[in-house]
């Protein structure tokens, strides 16, 4: 069974502080990441996603890939209060299957607190 | 670039009668099409797998015979929730697999509320 794991939260951080979201993965051969943010009664949208370990910025937010520890986080630099939602990690897996399959998180409530 | 679709947004019906959502990729083509459903405070469960042509998979535990879903072109498929019940009341999210992105991901419609009364 193919599983991605999150904290499911909530998370509180100030306005202005770091967020930081953590996702691990148990399917080694993954080979792309994504996060969505979904406000309460709203669809999933992307945010981002990553391939290669290390890196990749976004504007205000950076995701982080590391394949060996099999972990993808999510940093969130000067939160707002606009960024609490809930934010899913998804992984497309190794093994393929229908385009787009994902392997979704139950997702990090966050709460930026003003 | 990779907008989906769902229509209605919200609907109300009577115990017993069906009720067909539609999703559609607006700016791009589906091969693959994905319908979830979500309870309040819940997580996305995903219902089914619908191909272009071909007969959708379902999920364990979804009743195909009562969630019918065709996926007639690539940029529409639909969801028919048949003899609705009260317990079938959710929000129903498709999405669309694209790669407008650069990756080979799933975009959301905005989502279906369904109350059944």
């Known amino acids: 069974q193919k599983e991605v794991e999150q904290n499911s939260g909530p998370l509180s951080v100030p306005e202005g502080a770091i967020a930081s979201l953590n996702c691990t993965y148990s399917d080694r051969g993954s080979q792309s990441f994504f996060w969505y943010r979904q406000y309460s009664g709203k669809s999933p949208e992307l945010i981002m996603f990553i391939y290669s370990n290390g890196d990749k910025e976004d504007g205000r937010f950076t995701a982080q890939l590391n394949k060996a520890s099999q972990y993808v986080s999510l940093l969130i630099r000067d939160s707002q209060p606009s960024d609490s939602a809930t934010y899913l990690c998804a992984v497309n897996p190794h093994y393929g299957g229908s385009q787009g399959n994902l392997i979704f998180g139950k997702g990090t409530k966050l709460s930026v607190k003003p | 670039g990779a907008v989906v679709s769902q229509h209605p947004s919200w609907v109300i019906c009577k115990s017993g009668t069906s009720v067909k959502i539609e999703c559609r990729s607006l700016d791009f083509q589906a091969t693959t099409m994905f319908w979830y459903r979500q309870f309040p405070k819940q997580s996305l469960m995903l219902m089914a797998t619908s191909n272009e042509g071909s007969k959708a998979t379902y999920e364990q535990g979804v009743e195909k015979d009562k969630f019918l879903i065709n996926h007639a072109s690539l940029t529409l498929s639909t969801l028919t929730v048949t003899s609705a019940h009260p317990e079938d009341s959710s929000f129903y999210i498709c999405?669309?697999?694209?790669?407008?992105?650069?990756?080979?991901?799933?975009?959301f419609g905005p989502g279906t509320r369904l109350t059944v009364l």
């Open positions: 999405s669309a697999s694209g790669t407008l992105s650069g990756a080979d991901t799933q975009y």
